[in-house]
């Protein structure tokens, strides 16, 4: 059994539609880690996870912040760029640990430290051509398998 999928995102609407159907298949205490070229969509990926659940916040890139902090009806959402974090004190650093299992986490740039965690789901994005990307999404923790599955399944025709 596989656990990941491959799709072929053609245009930001495809990405926007497989961004909402895994913000409506994650819960409090996920890490998603996203990682892949740098201009490939990471931060649009977060914007439209973060509108598909509904929340009024702009999603801006925390690059320099660091983490932004935003809010919907059902949970708060944390927001990571980890691209000027090189060491593992530097990340632990930050204590933004308590957070991981209060809210759902996006961590731009976190393939680095993904040893820290003990499940996650991996999103990597890479640049096919100026519009479209491909996209696989991987997991660690059984917890994640059924939005693999949900994947497949949705996403059928553009599976790689």
Not at 57 to 65: A, K, N, R, Y
Not at 101 to 108: A, D, K, M, N
């Given at each position: 059994m596989d656990n990941s999928?491959?799709?072929?995102l053609m245009n930001e609407n495809e990405t926007r539609k497989v961004a909402a159907k895994i913000?409506?298949?994650?819960?409090?205490?996920?890490?998603?880690?996203l990682d892949g070229d740098l201009g490939a969509g990471k931060t649009h990926f977060t914007k439209w996870f973060v509108e598909s659940l509904?929340?009024?916040?702009?999603?801006?890139?925390?690059?320099?912040?660091?983490a932004n902090f935003y809010r919907t009806q059902a949970c708060g959402l944390l927001h990571i760029d980890l691209y000027r974090?090189?060491?593992?004190?530097?990340?632990?650093?930050?204590?933004?640990?308590?957070?991981?299992?209060?809210?759902?986490?996006?961590?731009?740039?976190?393939?680095?430290?993904?040893?820290?965690f003990d499940a996650y789901i991996l999103i990597s994005l890479h640049i096919n051509d100026e519009n479209s990307r491909l996209m696989?999404?991987?997991?660690?923790?059984?917890?994640?398998?059924?939005?693999?599955?949900?994947l497949n399944y949705e996403m059928k025709g553009s599976i790689c």
């Open positions: 999928v491959r799709i072929m913000a409506e298949n994650c819960r409090i205490g996920d890490i998603l880690i509904q929340s009024g916040d702009d999603v801006v890139s925390p690059t320099f912040s660091i974090i090189e060491t593992f004190r530097e990340f632990e650093d930050l204590g933004l640990d308590d957070y991981f299992y209060q809210s759902i986490t996006l961590i731009e740039w976190g393939k680095k430290f993904i040893s820290y696989t999404v991987s997991y660690k923790g059984e917890q994640h398998k059924p939005l693999i599955d949900i």
